[in-house]
Structures are given as structure tokens and as C-alpha cells.
């Protein structure tokens, strides 16, 4: 008989939290949030940890978890009043922005201007490089609703792409 | 309605490739783990207490009501304890009773004996 995984908690984090952490950042818009959101995500697995099957569920569970976690804080932002993207720039903007190209840093704005479900789908799909099957198993939506939402996101990012970005995709 | 989604990566264009650069992870800040790893113990030391405090809850409580349940039978025994003594108290007024109006019956038969031989 196969011998039961036994899930390491630090060695958990150690190999996810930047997954965690960028999920997290990408969805909500707000390093801080995504900070809180990581925490909160990382806590949960240690309630969750006898549940826990194999690094790939590991994996899949974290996913899953941070984008409901994300969903729900910019919620909670929402009922508060707290006009998020207002703020990023002012707030949380800067230091691992200075890594990327102006345009990629450009990009990842006008991602966190795109409807929720559109930016998990299409976080998912370009962060973590996964297929449209795997992001139906992670957001729980059907494959025609995931597809659709990426065809829908990927348009909407070009069209905005195009209309504020025109000195950057000349060449593209 | 379902969309064509190009999975192998020829099919993914300058565009996709620009945000697929854009969108690579992250490092998570250095405190993360950290406050991780200091909230989770605070979080176990506080289930810790809470059970303890649950089960130190528990104990005070079965020993109050075994405190109770022993009141109550202490009482039990002490009612019928004296419940006993109330009719030991009455046979021995009976007794005395009975042996009283024996001896009244005794003279009486004397004297009635006493009237008739005279």
C-alpha cells in the first residue's frame, strides 16, 4: 500500500506563498490586501492540512482558496466604499513593479480594470500557465463559462490595451 | 457558445506573450512567512487554551453536579432516616400503650374478681 503524504506546513509556504502572494495581488488590485488575503489563505491551510492529499491538491487548494479569498475581500472593499484602484497606485504601487517592463507594469493596471471573473480567469491562464479544463476545476465554473470568460477578458484587455497604450503596441 | 482556445504555444500572439511576461510571480514580501508562521502558533496556543478552558468548564461542571446529585441523595437517606425514627417513636407509643392498658385491664379484672367474692 502506498504510503500517506505527509504534507509539510513551512515547506508549504516556502514553495507557494509567491503563487499566493501575485494570485492575490493580481486579483485584488492592493498589495496589502493581497498580504492580508496570503496570510488569511495560508492560515486556512493549516485548518485544512489532514485534508490535504498530494502537492498537486496542495496546489490546486491554494489556487482555489486565494481567488475565493480575493473575491471576498474586494467585497467586503466594496460594502466599505473603499475605491480600490484609486489607491493602488497612491498606497502599494511601487516596489516590485520596478522589476517589469513599463508595458507589462501597464498590462497588469488595465487587467485590475476588467470584471472580476474575467481577471481570475485570465490571472490563472497567464500567472499560472494553466489550461482552460484546470481553471474550470479552480474557479468551479463550467468549461464553456471559463473559455468564454477568457475569449471575453483577452478581447477586452486588447481593446483597452489598444485605445491606452497605443505608444507601447505599435510594433506588436 | 464556446470559444476556441489555443493551447499549444505557437498559437499564442505577441500580445499573449506580453502579458504572459507581465503576469510572472511575483516574490512574496520577506515578512510573510514570518507573520505565517507567528499567527499560527498564536492561533494553536490560543485552541490550546480554549480546549483547556473547555475541559477545566467540563470538570467544574460534572463536580457541581455531582456536588448536586449528592445533596439530593444525602437528603433522600436523612428523610428516610428519620422518616424511621418517626415510627420507631410511634410503635414504642403503641407498646406503651398496649402494655398500659393491659395492666388497667388486669385490675380491673382483679377488682372485678374482689367485688364477686364478697
Redesign the interface.
Known amino acids: 500500500m502506498a504510503q500517506k503524504w505527509q504534507p509539510d506546513f513551512e515547506q508549504l509556504v516556502d514553495e507557494h506563498q509567491s503563487m499566493v502572494f501575485s494570485l492575490a495581488w493580481r486579483m485584488t488590485g492592493d498589495r496589502g490586501l493581497a498580504e492580508e488575503v496570503a496570510q488569511d489563505v495560508f492560515l486556512q491551510l493549516d485548518g485544512n492540512m489532514n485534508r490535504i492529499e498530494n502537492p498537486e491538491h496542495a496546489l490546486n487548494w491554494l489556487r482555489r482558496v486565494t481567488v475565493n479569498r480575493s473575491a471576498d475581500a474586494l467585497r467586503r472593499r466594496r460594502v466599505r466604499g473603499v475605491d480600490l484602484w484609486v489607491e493602488i497606485e497612491e498606497k502599494h504601487g511601487a516596489p516590485a513593479e520596478e522589476m517589469q517592463t513599463p508595458l507589462g507594469t501597464r498590462l497588469e493596471h488595465l487587467l485590475s480594470t476588467l470584471p472580476e471573473a474575467q481577471r481570475a480567469v485570465l490571472v490563472l491562464r497567464y500567472q499560472e500557465d494553466m489550461t482552460p479544463e484546470e481553471i474550470a476545476g479552480v474557479v468551479d465554473a463550467p468549461l464553456a463559462t471559463v473559455k468564454s470568460n477568457l475569449h471575453r477578458g483577452l478581447k477586452l484587455l486588447r481593446a483597452k490595451a489598444t485605445t491606452h497604450l497605443k505608444e507601447y503596441i505599435r510594433g506588436l | ?3 476556441e ?1 489555443p ?1 499549444q504555444p505557437e498559437q499564442i500572439d ?3 506573450k ?12 520577506p515578512s ?2 514570518r ?3 507567528q ?2 502558533s498564536t ?1 494553536r496556543t490560543e485552541r490550546h487554551h480554549t480546549s483547556m478552558m473547555w475541559w477545566q468548564r467540563l470538570a467544574a461542571s460534572l463536580l457541581v453536579g455531582a456536588v448536586i446529585a449528592g445533596g439530593f441523595g444525602w437528603r433522600q437517606i436523612e428523610d428516610r432516616r428519620k422518616g424511621e425514627e418517626a415510627k420507631q417513636q410511634v410503635l414504642t407509643a403503641l407498646r406503651v400503650t398496649n402494655q398500659v392498658l393491659k395492666n388497667m385491664n388486669r385490675k380491673l379484672a382483679e377488682h372485678d374478681r374482689a367485688e364477686s367474692s364478697k
Open positions: 457558445m464556446d470559444f482556445w493551447d505577441e500580445f499573449e506580453e502579458l504572459k511576461q507581465a503576469m510572472e510571480r511575483r516574490p512574496a514580501p510573510l512567512k507573520r505565517v508562521m499567527q499560527r492561533r
